[in-house]
């Protein structure tokens, strides 16, 4: 989870010569090499295909089987997909691949197989504070490369299995029910049916968990399970009916991660029950991430494998150390102990969620889920009864979820919190474990958060955000903000604004913009112009604007401790990336250049005007790209940074060679988003000082830099 970079796999080899020399006096020393051992080689094997020579320079020809489809907008979709071959070429092992779909023919389902043409990247991700970790995410999937396909060279449908039937007589049986979705979710594991809307009601009441097939599902009909065969009296028979209804239910399922988890540790304690044994819940749940990391040692990169060991964790200690079995007490317990798990993780948290829990766990347990396990049983034998029984759930369903709604949108109980926030949240829950007799040293992290808070601000920052192949920066004195540019909006549904911008200012509390400045309409600059201005609160429009104050030569004004001057363009030409909206922000000391996209003719004519463009920090025109950042502009802006605004392995191959040679000519430190991730410089002294010189993170944010000086296994 943290070593900054990946060792060579033939580290391995000193690791187990000391771990062979530990293993008599330090055994559990020895256990840790031998767990390392095994984390590094899984690593590079699952790695190793990536090293194959142009992977990543031209399209390849690829076969695998589909695993997973997860339907998008129209023409999108992502598959996740088992590779067998790549251009005829075996593979062993086989590894996984995260496809966006764009074709206007139907995607391949679950379980079929196909060969397509596909160019493959590696499961790069954007870097900045406070949003989604896309790189680890990936590899805690088990996918080592991303790519994209526009359809298929050929097409094998997979055989009709059990599970496929079922699914599409579900499917069928509740295509005219309004609670489709939600049903879907619940019985097959299916959630693509939810809108942003519904995802936002299930962050805000705390109930994400409930809708998403996990140990709660499992451990609920097994449960029931257990308690009809005890009716009669019968250990064994107990162990098999919960047994056997778990099974059923992961099946339905898919049998996906979360399931497996859960069927492992119910195994592993109905084994126990059925033996007469006595393990301890922590013994079970050490064993049980054992076995798991075992198999799978990217598990540890799964954010959802840690919520589901901490919920255990957490109920565990709520019913033995504080006493706690009652349904109540369990909830307060499991709220109050993964507080500061959820609040790192998802940057909030929920004013209602114990409440609500405490209404629909029983709910779920005794009506819901039973109900629908029961239908879902009886789709394939009793067709009939089980459309009755769906048709109950909808009934049931409509008026709940209208209520979650209604309550969601009434009180709007999701509390974001900004990472100082976080911080004070972090400090007051510690305080009491402080203050326990041998717990004395924990005095020492209170403290320095407490530092940590009281820090004095810079004076102003400057953040370039890692927006992928567009623009967006991020300009803020003390909670003021500037936001030059939005960066993009794809036909998938991504979109920067939710990606990137919205949870960064969340992250640095910011709630409001003083300035929203877009520079031209192309769309990687403009692109969630209109989302941002209904998402948030701006003073001041400036730039394209439908309705917003146009961007001309001379317009100057006060902004705090800073003045923005616009130096282009004097007149709208009708060239879009000529016409961009050329900023000059300054302090009287140090300065920053937004340029846009303009080029060569823009930049010789902003020359001619005989402003003063003399800037330390400066935003290379155009992403880098040749077209711009002449030797005379260079030579006028004089600054002693420039950041290059250009996706990683972009395929215009922003910044360009040209560029980056005129830059290094004048002696000018360059920084890449692509490859840094978020640039953030902070205005020190009477220049910038760069936070991060280098991508931050673990390895598995480097990977390019361990490709280009890995040693391919033999």
Same mark, same amino acid.
């Given at each position: 989870?943290?070593?900054?970079?990946?060792?060579?796999?033939?580290?391995?080899?000193?690791?187990?010569?000391?771990?062979?020399?530990?293993?008599?006096?330090?055994?559990?020393?020895?256990?840790?090499?031998?767990?390392?051992?095994?984390?590094?080689?899984?690593?590079?094997?699952?790695?190793?295909?990536?090293?194959?020579?142009?992977?990543?320079?031209?399209?390849?020809?690829?076969?695998?089987?589909?695993?997973?489809?997860?339907?998008?907008?129209?023409?999108?979709?992502?598959?996740?997909?088992?590779?067998?071959?790549?251009?005829?070429?075996?593979?062993?092992?086989?590894?996984?691949?995260?496809?966006?779909?764009?074709?206007?023919?139907?995607?391949?389902?679950?379980?079929?197989?196909?060969?397509?043409?596909?160019? /493959?990247? !590696?499961?790069? @991700? $954007?870097?900045?504070? %406070?949003? =989604?970790? +896309?790189? #680890?995410?990936? *590899?805690?999937?088990?996918?080592?490369?991303?790519?994209?396909?526009?359809?298929?060279?050929?097409?094998?449908?997979?055989?009709?299995?059990?599970?496929?039937?079922?699914?599409?007589?579900?499917?069928?049986?509740?295509?005219?029910?309004?609670?489709?979705?939600?049903?879907?979710?619940?019985?097959?594991?299916?959630?693509?049916?939810?809108?942003?809307?519904?995802?936002?009601?299930?962050?805000?009441?705390?109930?994400?968990?409930?809708?998403?097939?996990?140990?709660?599902?499992?451990?609920?009909?097994?449960?029931?399970?257990?308690?009809?065969?005890?009716?009669?009296?019968?250990?064994?028979?107990?162990?098999?009916?919960?047994?056997?209804?778990?099974?059923?239910?992961?099946?339905?399922?898919?049998?996906?991660?979360?399931?497996?988890?859960?069927?492992?540790? /119910?195994? !592993?304690?109905? @084994? $126990?029950?059925?033996? %007469?044994? =006595?393990? +301890?819940? #922590?013994?079970? *749940?050490?064993?049980?991430?054992?076995?798991?990391?075992?198999?799978?040692?990217?598990?540890?990169?799964?954010?959802?494998?840690?919520?589901?060991?901490?919920?255990?964790?957490?109920?565990?200690?709520?019913?033995?150390?504080?006493?706690?079995?009652?349904?109540?007490?369990?909830?307060?317990?499991?709220?109050?102990?993964?507080?500061?798990?959820?609040?790192?993780?998802?940057?909030?948290?929920?004013?209602?969620?114990?409440?609500?829990?405490?209404?629909?766990?029983?709910?779920?347990?005794?009506?819901?889920?039973?109900?629908?396990?029961?239908?879902?049983?009886?789709?394939?034998?009793?067709?009939?009864?089980?459309?009755?029984?769906?048709?109950?759930?909808?009934?049931?369903?409509?008026?709940?979820?209208?209520?979650?709604?209604?309550?969601?949108?009434?009180?709007?109980?999701?509390?974001?919190?900004?990472?100082?926030?976080?911080?004070?949240?972090?400090?007051?829950?510690? *305080?009491?474990?402080?203050?326990?007799?041998?717990?004395?040293?924990?005095?020492?992290?209170?403290?320095?958060?407490?530092?940590?808070?009281?820090?004095?601000?810079?004076?102003?920052?400057?953040?370039?955000?890692?927006?992928?192949?567009?623009?967006?920066?991020?300009?803020?004195?003390?909670?003021?903000?500037?936001?030059?540019?939005?960066?993009?909006?794809?036909?998938?549904?991504?979109?920067?604004?939710?990606?990137?911008?919205?949870?960064?200012?969340?992250?640095?509390?910011?709630?409001?913009?003083?300035?929203?400045?877009?520079?031209?309409?192309?769309?990687?600059?403009?692109?969630?112009?209109?989302?941002?201005?209904?998402?948030?609160?701006?003073?001041?429009?400036?730039?394209?604007?439908?309705?917003?104050?146009?961007?001309?030569?001379?317009?100057?004004?006060?902004?705090?401790?800073?003045?923005?001057?616009?130096?282009?363009?004097?007149?709208?030409?009708?060239?879009?990336?000529?016409?961009?909206?050329?900023?000059?922000?300054?302090?009287?000391?140090?300065?920053?250049?937004?340029?846009?996209?303009?080029?060569?003719?823009?930049?010789?004519?902003?020359?001619?005007?005989?402003?003063?463009?003399?800037?330390?920090?400066?935003?290379?025109?155009?992403?880098?790209?040749?077209?711009?950042?002449?030797?005379?502009?260079?030579?006028?802006?004089?600054?002693?940074?420039?950041?290059?605004?250009?996706?990683?392995?972009?395929?215009?191959?922003?910044?360009?060679?040209?560029?980056?040679?005129?830059?290094?000519?004048?002696?000018?430190?360059?920084?890449?988003?692509?490859?840094?991730?978020?640039?953030?410089?902070?205005?020190?002294?009477?220049?910038?000082?760069?936070?991060?010189?280098?991508?931050?993170?673990?390895?598995?944010?480097?990977?390019?830099?361990?490709?280009?000086?890995?040693?391919?296994?033999?």
């Amino acid at each position: 989870m943290i070593w900054p970079w990946l060792p060579s796999w033939d580290w391995w080899i000193p690791l187990a010569c000391l771990a062979g020399i530990s293993w008599q006096r330090r055994p559990a020393v020895a256990c840790l090499l031998f767990g390392v051992i095994w984390a590094l080689c899984y690593s590079h094997w699952q790695l190793n295909w990536l090293q194959q020579p142009t992977l990543f320079e031209r399209t390849q020809l690829i076969a695998g089987s589909v695993e997973t489809v997860q339907p998008g907008g129209p023409a999108a979709s992502r598959l996740i997909v088992r590779l067998k071959s790549l251009n005829g070429q075996v593979l062993s092992p086989q590894p996984r691949v995260l496809l966006s779909w764009y074709s206007e023919q139907t995607p391949p389902r679950v379980g079929d197989h196909f060969q397509s043409i596909s160019q /493959l990247r !590696l499961p790069h @991700g $954007l870097h900045n504070p %406070g949003t =989604f970790d +896309s790189a #680890r995410w990936l *590899l805690g999937q088990g996918i080592t490369a991303r790519g994209s396909v526009a359809g298929t060279l050929t097409h094998q449908p997979s055989d009709n299995t059990n599970r496929s039937r079922v699914v599409r007589h579900i499917k069928a049986m509740t295509a005219e029910l309004p609670a489709q979705p939600w049903l879907l979710a619940l019985s097959i594991g299916e959630r693509s049916g939810l809108e942003p809307r519904d995802w936002a009601m299930l962050r805000g009441l705390g109930i994400s968990h409930l809708f998403a097939i996990s140990g709660l599902h499992i451990g609920l009909v097994a449960g029931l399970g257990l308690l009809v065969g005890r009716l009669f009296g019968n250990r064994w028979g107990a162990a098999v009916l919960a047994a056997t209804l778990a099974l059923g239910y992961a099946w339905l399922a898919g049998f996906s991660v979360p399931t497996q988890r859960a069927l492992l540790m /119910l195994i !592993l304690w109905l @084994g $126990l029950y059925c033996w %007469g044994r =006595f393990w +301890s819940g #922590r013994r079970i *749940l050490l064993l049980t991430m054992t076995l798991l990391l075992a198999v799978h040692p990217w598990l540890a990169l799964d954010h959802g494998f840690w919520l589901s060991v901490l919920a255990v964790a957490a109920l565990l200690v709520t019913t033995g150390w504080l006493g706690g079995r009652r349904l109540w007490r369990l909830q307060l317990g499991l709220t109050v102990l993964l507080l500061p798990l959820v609040m790192l993780l998802f940057g909030g948290v929920s004013g209602l969620s114990l409440p609500v829990n405490l209404i629909l766990i029983p709910l779920f347990s005794l009506l819901l889920i039973p109900l629908l396990l029961l239908a879902s049983l009886l789709v394939v034998p009793v067709p009939m009864l089980a459309s009755g029984l769906f048709g109950l759930l909808n009934a049931l369903f409509e008026p709940l979820i209208a209520g979650l709604h209604w309550l969601n949108d009434s009180v709007s109980p999701w509390i974001w919190l900004s990472a100082k926030a976080q911080g004070m949240g972090l400090l007051l829950m510690l *305080l009491p474990l402080a203050l326990l007799p041998k717990a004395r040293g924990l005095l020492v992290l209170p403290g320095c958060l407490l530092l940590w808070q009281l820090l004095p601000a810079p004076g102003w920052q400057v953040r370039v955000l890692d927006v992928g192949q567009g623009l967006s920066v991020l300009v803020t004195q003390g909670r003021q903000a500037l936001l030059y540019d939005t960066g993009n909006r794809f036909s998938s549904g991504f979109n920067m604004a939710d990606g990137v911008i919205l949870p960064l200012l969340r992250h640095l509390g910011i709630k409001e913009l003083d300035y929203l400045v877009i520079s031209h309409n192309d769309q990687d600059h403009s692109g969630n112009r209109d989302y941002l201005a209904h998402s948030l609160p701006i003073a001041r429009r400036w730039g394209a604007w439908p309705d917003g104050q146009r961007c001309r030569t001379g317009q100057q004004t006060r902004w705090g401790d800073l003045t923005l001057t616009v130096l282009w363009p004097v007149t709208v030409t009708g060239h879009s990336n000529n016409d961009s909206c050329v900023l000059h922000i300054s302090d009287g000391r140090r300065s920053l250049l937004l340029t846009g996209d303009i080029e060569a003719r823009a930049e010789q004519a902003l020359l001619a005007t005989g402003q003063p463009l003399a800037a330390q920090l400066l935003l290379s025109p155009h992403h880098g790209s040749n077209s711009s950042s002449t030797d005379a502009f260079n030579q006028a802006v004089n600054p002693d940074w420039v950041v290059h605004t250009a996706g990683f392995a972009n395929r215009w191959g922003f910044p360009s060679s040209e560029v980056m040679a005129r830059f290094k000519q004048l002696g000018v430190r360059q920084v890449i988003t692509g490859e840094q991730g978020m640039v953030h410089l902070v205005a020190e002294g009477s220049g910038w000082r760069l936070v991060q010189t280098k991508r931050p993170g673990a390895w598995y944010h480097k990977l390019n830099t361990w490709l280009n000086g890995a040693k391919p296994l033999e």
